[in-house]
């Protein structure tokens, strides 16, 4: 079993910065890929950024250049640097990750999410 386990929501102004983190726990033998994912109400999950294990990050266009994903695989933990933070991105944010737990195929682990709230 494993556990993904965010913090770092709040309530921020507009133009405001939050920092998210998501640590992984478990049966863990080694990360792939991680990523954050948000859904705002009435609105379908959509994908923030994602890094592979190497460190290579991909980001949704509505966030590049303002967000920076990270992660530290010694501690199971990828990070979120929301800056220039907008009322759109209002949603509740997702940490996921696909986890090679020793078994044939890797499995994917969503955290419960954490509320990020932009507003004046």
């Known amino acids: 079993q494993v556990q993904l386990v965010e913090s770092g929501g709040g309530l921020v102004q507009p133009g405001g910065s939050l920092r998210l983190s998501c640590t992984a726990s478990?049966?863990?033998?080694?990360?792939?890929?991680m990523g954050w994912y948000r859904q705002a109400p009435g609105k379908q999950r959509e994908l923030v950024a994602t890094?592979?294990?190497?460190?290579?990050?991909n980001y949704a266009d509505s966030v590049k250049g303002r967000f920076i994903i990270s992660r530290d695989n010694a501690k199971n933990t990828v990070c979120l640097q929301m800056n220039s933070l907008k009322p759109e991105d209002t949603a509740v944010y997702y940490c996921?990750?696909?986890?090679?737990?020793?078994?044939?195929?890797?499995?994917?682990?969503w955290g419960q999410g954490t509320q990020v709230t932009v507003s004046s």
């Open positions: 996921k990750a696909v986890v090679n737990t020793g078994r044939p195929i890797a499995n994917v682990y």
């Open positions: 478990g049966s863990i033998f080694s990360l792939y890929a």
């Open positions: 890094i592979t294990s190497g460190g290579t990050p």
